[in-house]
């Protein structure tokens, strides 16, 4: 029940809040053009490759990935979702603060995540199409490693912006821990939010208008929800 009460707020927030959130969409959509156009002729052949599918097929997770994951395009619409969520001031100021801020560090986090997801579908293909039962076993493992891969990608933006120690190993293992120790509520907004990230792409107004900016949310609520419990713990600065 939290995770539908995570979606639910940011889908109240964003609608607190269209105008605005429109807008950085628009923003978003634009900016993400040319990391959509560098990845399309160099990852979108390779990932066709690894998977053994058409490239039109493989479009559909590259948008996907482009939505959910880290995106330097994004930084500016997380940090303005962060101040949203946490209910302090909100302006149109904050996008180009945190474009400014984050987008170096967030281009670095997508090379990492694309890379990470380029591998293990590797390993899924390797193994799964060995002759070797047991080898195939192995294969089926990363599966999991799939899905936790994924999962982690809710909190890797969020913890960008909210965590005072900017490495990005400790971003990682902190979004690691988050997907592991939070893993009902982490399942359920990472498979609402891959249906609502893959029905987008075959909505191009809900892109242009919606989806990057709700997905933020979403992630910024997740991510400050659930931190909420450790820091209550801690007997001193989380």
């Known amino acids: 029940m939290r995770a539908f009460s995570i979606l639910w707020r940011s889908i109240v927030d964003f609608y607190g809040e269209m105008f605005p ?11 993400s053009l040319p990391i959509l156009a560098l990845f399309s002729f160099t990852v979108l052949p390779l990932g066709s490759t690894i998977a053994q599918v058409s490239m039109e097929l493989a479009f559909v997770p590259l948008m996907v990935f482009v939505v959910l994951a880290p995106n330097p395009a994004s930084a500016g619409l997380h940090y303005y979702a962060n101040q949203l969520v946490k209910e302090e001031r909100v ?8 474009l400014r801020r984050y987008w170096k560090r967030a281009f670095a986090l997508t090379l990492i995540s694309l890379g990470g997801f380029l591998l293990i ?5 390797f193994y799964v199409t060995r002759d070797v039962w047991l080898v195939q076993v192995i294969g089926f493992l990363f ?23 900017k490495r990005i190993r400790l971003i ?18 990472t498979i609402l939010l891959l249906v609502i990230a893959a029905l987008s792409v075959l909505i191009p107004l809900f892109v242009m208008l919606v989806t990057a900016s709700l997905v933020a949310l979403v992630q910024h609520r997740l991510t400050l929800t659930v931190l909420e419990k450790y820091r209550a713990r801690s007997p001193g600065p989380a």
Not at 21 to 31: A, P, R, Y
Not at 91 to 97: A, P, Q, S, T, V
Not at 147 to 155: D, E, I, N, V
Request: aromatic share 12%.
């Open 121 to 125: 579908l590797g390993n899924i293909v």
């Open 91 to 98: 302006e149109f100021e904050l996008f180009k603060e945190g």
């Open 143 to 165: 599966l999991y490693v799939l899905y936790l891969w994924t999962s982690m990608q809710l909190y890797v933006m969020p913890l960008l912006i909210e965590q005072e120690d």
């Open 21 to 31: 959130l429109v807008g950085m969409n628009i923003l978003w959509v634009i900016l």
């Open 172 to 189: 990682y293992r902190n979004a690691a821990l988050l997907a592991i120790d939070n893993v009902t509520a982490s399942l359920i907004l």
